[in-house]
């Protein structure tokens, strides 16, 4: 059976999404994917690398919460500690789906929300309601709904800047070494970051094609954004107790 | 005879050809020197384009000449290819249950730490449990499994489990050729050659061509195939016959397609022996290319194409066994005495051709074009001390391939045929493979008892085929250093667990190959 449905406000009437933050919800990622428009919120926080998504080999840019898997040092008691929440993770349950709907007499492909029923967040007895009483959306859902467009774009304006960078040669590969404060040495290999000797050699042209397209301003932004290292080391010492 | 080496002409189309030409090409970086190569190609003859298999070496080949290697499997019809499979070779099902199945795999990746510790006499007393392969490599099990040696996330030419290519020779030579026109400015002209003319030092000064002329050069690459244009026709070099060592002269090769687009494609060179000869399955991305390779002294070219069709019934039923057009291709099994003489060498089948057992055609070509871009000759005089290393180094590979090929016949228990009797007859095993066979009943092939300093094959190769053919020594003073002993302990635990976890993320070739068109591998 479908779980996937489009969310409307017979079936969703009384639909509810919990808000908390945590593993049982989902929460327990170490990193998520992101894009170009939200990299300055996000990189407030978290570090932004690029790693390849494993069904395709593509490149994408990820914003990192944790050292391995399941690991995500920013929820805790219900709570996620920082204000912004990339929206690829925070979008939870909701999904981007394309309807064909005519408009005067024209065929027109549209997207519209779908939801994932199965997904633990769903529910009918606590959270945010989808509908108010008499059916009008409610602020929870419009919210979403305007989320998922932003996300949309950025999705489409990621495949520009990636490839870019390929092309551009303006990532590396990178193995980040971190040590804790018991001593104790973690590798995390599969990571890219930008090349900023190929960057600090780029021509004219293409610095100033990458600040037109606002990716000049992105690849700073990720850069700037690894300082954030620290502070997922701080957060997982304090875990740990060390 | 200080006359500097500049112009650089290649007779010869094909693989061989275009090969050397895009080697040396990149080496010698034609774009901003004043060296210049010209490849004259026949419009009359058709490459014979042999040698569907590779080893690992092109990736960096490839690499080198500047050959993407998403570009070189989407129009190569390429496939990865892990090693060896033979099956059937040793000719008796063995009381020892690992044998059950007369089938071993020689992979391209060597044993766990081999530059360091020797694992065969650790791994003489498992040999009831574990075939060899299988417990010094994760290769073996991978292949078997049909598993890819890469992820799409894996950049291209690097490798997760060690790789070389199974590749449609004539659409390669088309790569290649197109590589060195566009990108690395050979000069290509298309023209039959009528003469051959000398200087009065007797070395090549220019070749005639129907159309265009005389074409001068300062070095000459014969790539003419069995023609043999330069070094054999025109120089008479002696050609060395192998016959008596290697039985098989003729082959007979089919296309064959698959049954359905999207069916499994083979890890390996498939390799199953026949009374006469034994048959190579090789798996394309759109076909198979399948081929006899036999004694014609043994049996009739009719007798083996009916063995074929036999084969291919097992896949293909025998409506579509039996439709499929073959193609029968003769050679002499050999090579010249010298390969390099005055300002002229031979590369490719004009230097020699034996049976394809090891995928050794394609290899050889790379080390010869490599050598000669990377030794180039600056002048005439360094030439001759060029030339002498160069037929020394190619005489001791053609010894090594010939010897390393016939190991294969001679641990064989086969007795269904003559031609198996004389294969282990004594009179037809080289000299130097007597003296190894005699030594490995007292010692374990290892580092030391290669002669050659850059051996084609490595010892690690000897101990896969003849411990993957069963050959057990009876006299070999067992060592019992602890320490070494325990590293060999904690080899073969470490290689089960990375042959588990490999395992586990592999995907199969086709589902591999189909994403590398689509998506492509990324450079880093």
């Not at chain 2, 384009?49 to 070189?72: A, C, D, H, Q, Y």
């Not at chain 2, 790569?175 to 990108?183: G, R």
């Not at chain 2, 030594?439 to 690690?460: E, G, I, K, S, T």
């Amino acid at each position: 059976m479908a779980t996937q449905k489009l969310v409307n406000n017979i079936d969703h009437k009384d639909t509810k999404i919990i808000t908390e933050r945590s593993a049982t919800y989902g929460d327990d990622i170490w990193f998520t994917q992101t894009f170009p428009a939200e990299f300055r919120s996000v990189q407030a926080y978290y570090p932004i690398f690029f790693t390849k998504d494993e069904n395709t080999g593509k490149f994408l840019p990820v914003a990192l919460f944790g050292f391995e898997q399941n690991e995500n040092l920013f929820i805790n008691d219900g709570l996620w500690h920082v204000p912004y929440i990339p929206l690829m993770h925070a979008r939870a349950p909701f999904l981007i789906g394309k309807q064909t709907l005519l408009e005067d007499g024209v065929e027109k492909l549209q997207r519209v929300l779908f939801i994932d029923e199965n997904h633990p967040r769903v529910n009918t007895e606590q959270g945010a309601p989808l509908f108010l009483e008499f059916g009008a959306n409610a602020p929870y859902l419009e919210n979403m709904a305007n989320m998922m467009e932003t996300l949309h774009h950025g999705m489409q304006d990621n495949d520009v800047f990636i490839g870019r960078l390929v092309e551009l040669e303006l990532l590396e590969s990178f193995t980040l070494d971190v040590e804790l404060n018991d001593k104790s040495k973690h590798q995390m290999l599969g990571f890219y970051t930008i090349n900023e000797d190929k960057l600090a050699e780029l021509s004219d042209d293409d610095v100033a094609q990458l600040h037109k397209d606002g990716h000049l301003q992105a690849i700073y932004m990720a850069i700037a954004s690894q300082s954030n290292v620290t502070r997922l080391l701080l957060l997982k010492n304090a875990a740990l107790g060390l | 005879m200080k006359t500097e080496i500049k112009r650089i002409v290649i007779v010869g189309g094909g693989t061989a050809g275009w090969l050397t030409a895009c080697v040396l090409a990149a080496e010698l970086d034609l774009i901003n020197s004043d060296f210049s190569i010209t490849l004259v190609e026949s419009s009359d003859i058709n490459p014979i384009g042999v040698g569907e298999g590779t080893w690992p070496t092109m990736r960096g080949t490839l690499k080198k000449i500047g050959i993407s290697e998403n570009e070189f499997i989407s129009t190569c019809d390429a496939s990865f290819k892990q090693g060896s499979q033979f099956i059937n070779w040793q000719g008796q099902t063995a009381t020892n249950p690992v044998y059950a199945q007369d089938s071993y795999i020689h992979p391209f990746t060597l044993p766990q730490d081999f530059q360091n510790i020797n694992l065969a006499p650790h791994w003489q007393e498992y040999s009831e449990q574990v075939n060899f392969a299988d417990a010094v490599s994760s290769q073996s099990v991978l292949s078997k499994l049909g598993k890819a040696p890469k992820l799409i996330t894996t950049p291209e030419y690097s490798f997760i489990s060690n790789y070389g290519y199974h590749l449609d020779a004539g659409k390669f030579s088309g790569l290649l050729k197109k590589q060195a026109k566009d990108k690395l400015n050979v000069n290509h002209i298309i023209d039959n050659v009528i003469a051959v003319n000398n200087d009065k030092n007797a070395d090549i000064s220019d070749i005639e061509t129907e159309k265009n002329g005389k074409i001068a050069g300062d070095l000459f690459v014969d790539c003419t195939g069995f023609a043999s244009l330069l070094i054999g026709k025109h120089y008479n070099i002696d050609f060395i016959s192998k016959q008596h060592q290697l039985f098989n002269n003729t082959a007979i090769a089919i296309q064959a397609p698959y049954n359905d687009p999207n069916d499994d494609i083979a890890s390996c060179t498939l390799s199953t022996a026949q009374s006469n000869g034994w048959i190579w399955d090789i798996g394309l991305q759109s076909r198979r290319g399948v081929g006899h390779v036999f004694s014609s002294e043994h049996t009739s070219t009719e007798k083996a194409e009916q063995q074929l069709r036999q084969y291919l019934t097992a896949t293909l039923g025998l409506k579509k066994a039996e439709e499929l057009t073959s193609r029968t291709i003769k050679f002499n099994p050999g090579h010249r005495k010298k390969f390099w003489h005055n300002n002229c060498l031979a590369i490719g089948m004009s230097a020699g051709f034996i049976e394809p057992l090891e995928a050794s055609a394609l290899a050889l070509i790379e080390q010869s074009a490599m050598f000669l871009a990377e030794q180039f000759p600056k002048n005439r005089s360094t030439m001759k001390i060029i030339a002498k290393r160069y037929n020394q180094t190619t005489s001791q590979h053609w010894t090594q391939i010939i010897e390393f090929l016939k190991l294969h016949y001679v641990l064989s228990k086969r007795t269904d045929s003559q031609y198996w009797f004389d294969n282990v007859a004594t009179e037809s095993i080289p000299e130097s493979l007597i003296e190894n066979l005699e030594l490995w009943q007292h010692q374990y092939p290892y580092h030391a008892d290669q002669v050659a300093r850059n051996p084609l094959f490595p010892a690690a190769s000897y101990q896969y085929v003849m411990f993957g053919m069963g050959f057990k020594s009876s006299s070999i003073t067992k060592r019992n250093n602890k320490i070494i002993q325990q590293k060999a302990q904690q080899l073969f635990k470490e290689n089960i667990q990375r042959t588990q976890q490999q395992a586990a993320v592999l995907t199969s070739n086709r589902e591999l190959l189909n994403k590398v068109k689509k998506f492509g591998f990324a450079k880093i």
